[in-house]
């Protein structure tokens, strides 16, 4: 199975919204900033996430995106899934038609991989996530990175 950059962007832009969502709602230029994933690729994919019922918009002055539910209840899976990103090892999606128009001898154990790995994305939540002090330390690195480009700006 392999993540692609849609997942990944997901997963990352939304951990980015449960750090930065405490002091209310949270805009995609923020995350866009911070993250270095275009406007208009974190536009896409919170559309998504909205459907999806993982993230509301705030409009109006002061308004951005907030999560929809508590960060525990909010699963890597959910992300994943929400944006159409496939848990999927198989060659041939499921269809069982992956060697010569038919069933592989190896599709049970791509099966099961595609199992184990959606259970234990479930597992994951972006409360631990978000709780992770890697990642805040991280978090902390790129608001001062951001803060110090917006000085330099606004200096020259």
Not at 38 to 61: A, C, H, I, M, T
Not at 64 to 84: F, H, K, N
Not at 127 to 151: F, G, T, Y
């Amino acid at each position: 199975m392999r993540l692609t950059t849609k997942g990944r962007f997901a997963v990352t832009a939304m951990i980015d919204l449960a750090l930065h969502g405490e002091q209310g709602p949270v805009t995609l230029a923020g995350i866009s900033e911070r993250q270095k994933i275009s406007l208009s690729y974190l536009e896409q994919l919170f559309g998504k996430l909205r459907r999806n019922r993982l993230v509301v918009s705030v409009r109006g002055p002061g308004g951005g995106y907030r999560l929809a539910r508590p960060m525990g209840e909010i699963s890597v899976v959910d992300i994943i899934l929400a944006v159409d990103e496939p848990i999927d090892a198989t060659q041939c999606g499921g269809k069982e038609n992956c060697y010569n128009d038919q069933r592989c001898m190896t599709h049970d154990l791509w099966v099961s991989l595609n199992i184990r790995i959606r259970d234990y994305l479930a597992m994951v939540t972006l409360e631990e996530l978000a709780a992770n002090p890697k990642v805040k330390d991280i978090a902390v690195l790129q608001d001062m990175r951001v803060r110090s480009e917006s000085v330099e700006i606004v200096a020259a």
